[in-house]
């Protein structure tokens, strides 16, 4: 890889940090929290992704520990969004657009890293969404809500592991700093234009009849009448 593309994807990489860092600081000041509270959800959502995919390659301390810039760009979103409410038309326009080139390089970066330590498509495929996704999943676990990324939203896993699977075409084919730009931009124009169109998964039919969770009833034991 040459060093232009290093560049530019350690700056998109920074800026994906950045802007979900922000976005944990804005969840943190709807909960009320300190500024301990704003400083765990911007790290974990700026973060949380690339720390879960190196403990599972086990090749090594996470980068985002190793190299202080990480941890110091999810800190300055969290004093940023501690210090000054974060809202209004500009930040609703440039939030999306920043998610989305953090999602297409973290599974793009996520894919490569798995692929480069000799593990197998399908363990890299699932590293690239582990690595764009995971944050967000720990952030609302914390917050004690269902993750965004089970349902009820436009679509996010979905570009992670298309941009992921692109990576992994490009690596076979021996092209790596083409493959990890244009992976990028996959899972980056994707997730737009999923956020513009309003698309989601579809959901499971409903069951017509009632769902019953109890233990099942031992054969021959009468029902109860009341």
């Known amino acids: 890889m040459n060093d232009a593309a290093m560049h530019v994807l350690r700056v998109t990489d920074l800026s994906g940090v950045l802007a979900n860092a922000l976005l944990g600081g804005v969840l943190a000041r709807a909960r009320g929290f300190d500024l301990v509270g704003f400083a765990v959800l911007a790290v974990v959502s700026g973060l949380g992704g690339g720390i879960i995919r190196d403990i599972l390659l086990q090749k ?3 980068v985002a520990l ?6 110091l760009t999810a800190l300055v979103g969290a ?19 920043l998610d989305a080139l953090a999602l297409g390089c973290w599974a793009a970066a996520g894919a490569q890293k798995a692929l480069s ?25 914390l917050l004690r809500q ?12 979905t570009p992670a592991l298309l941009a992921a699977g692109t990576m992994v075409l490009f690596h076979a084919a021996g092209q790596v700093t083409a493959g990890l730009l244009v ?3 996959v899972g ?5 234009l999923s956020h513009h169109q309003g698309w989601r998964l579809p959901a499971p039919p409903a069951w017509s009849g009632p769902v019953r969770l109890g233990r099942p009833r031992p054969a021959g034991t009468a029902r109860d009448e009341g």
Do not use: C, K
């Open 146 to 157: 269902v993750p965004a990324v089970f349902g009820g939203n436009t679509l996010y896993v």
């Open 79 to 97: 004093a940023v969004a501690f210090l000054v409410p974060i809202r209004g038309r500009a930040w609703e326009r440039s939030f999306p657009v």
């Open 117 to 141: 330590l000799g593990l197998e498509w399908p363990a890299a495929i699932a590293l690239g969404a582990i690595t764009a996704a995971g944050g967000g999943v720990v952030r609302d676990v």
């Open 188 to 192: 980056a124009g994707l997730t737009l």
């Open 60 to 62: 090594g301390t996470p």
């Open 66 to 71: 190793v190299d202080h810039t990480y941890v």
């Open 183 to 185: 992976a990028t931009g």
